[in-house]
């Protein structure tokens, strides 16, 4: 027993994965006239670390339907579902990302077992020390820069990810208006490594944007 989930025939657990230094979270408004399958298996060649499909607006059979042609197309590239941990359980997907306000990380564990990725958004130092209380993997913090895709929302700036990545010893994921311009600074902060929607879905060529982004990394994603 492990987590409240029993493992079969008495074998462990394989080792959850490492946590990917870049991550690719979907938005289909930002695809332009390209499918976002396509543009995701681009991205996957290219060597995006993650991608996590957040298309809130779809109900659970398009959603699952979205993650299983995901799962296809990007091979051993890890697939996380945004908020809904039973699509994840459904996709056979490699994880689910937890909203701020969504399920306990330790449901979602009991959900999806020992061995997935589980991370949750945070805005803060103490939302990020909650989520490593309740055994998260990594955390996703924003908003860093400003986006669009938060048009109300203060950016947080450089200083928030020093002081997350000080106070927790998990992986703290960066988001918000970050490219490549500014993704080395992100991580000279502290950031584990970045989250971006625009900065690859967005590009002319994701690929080209996917290496950028990895080049300003600076190591492997």
Same mark, same amino acid.
């Given at each position: 027993m492990?987590?409240?989930?029993?493992?079969?025939?008495?074998?462990?657990a394989p080792p959850r994965p490492p946590v990917p230094r870049l991550h690719l979270v979907t938005d289909r408004r930002l695809r332009g006239d390209r499918s976002l399958v396509a543009v995701v298996a681009e991205a996957a060649r290219a060597g995006v670390g993650a991608v996590?499909?957040?298309?809130?607006?779809?109900?659970?059979?398009?959603?699952?339907?979205e993650a299983e042609v995901l799962r296809r197309v990007l091979g051993a590239t890890p697939l996380l579902v945004n908020d809904r941990a039973d699509v994840a359980l459904a996709a056979g997907a490699a994880g689910v990302h937890l909203p701020a306000a969504g399920l306990p990380v330790g449901v979602a564990r009991r959900l999806l077992g020992p061995w997935a990725l589980i991370g949750r958004s945070v805005h803060g130092v103490e939302e990020a020390?909650?989520? /490593?209380?309740?055994? +998260?993997?990594? @955390? &996703?913090?924003?908003?860093i820069f400003a986006t669009g895709s938060k048009p109300g929302r203060a950016p947080a700036?450089?200083?928030?990810?020093?002081?997350? /990545?000080?106070?927790? +010893?998990?992986? @703290? &994921?960066?988001?918000?208006?970050?490219?490549?311009?500014n993704a080395a600074a992100t991580v000279a902060?502290?950031?584990?490594?970045?989250?971006?929607m625009s900065a690859i879905l967005s590009a002319p060529s994701p690929a080209a944007a996917t290496a950028a982004l990895r080049a300003a990394l600076g190591s492997e994603c």
């Open positions: 492990s987590d409240g989930i029993h493992v079969l025939r008495g074998d462990a996590q499909l957040r298309e809130k607006d779809l109900p659970g059979g398009a959603l699952l339907a020390r909650r989520a /490593a209380d309740e055994g +998260a993997d990594y @955390v &996703i913090l924003g908003t700036g450089l200083a928030l990810v020093a002081a997350t /990545a000080r106070a927790v +010893a998990l992986p @703290v &994921i960066a988001i918000g208006g970050i490219n490549q311009e902060a502290g950031a584990h490594g970045i989250a971006v």
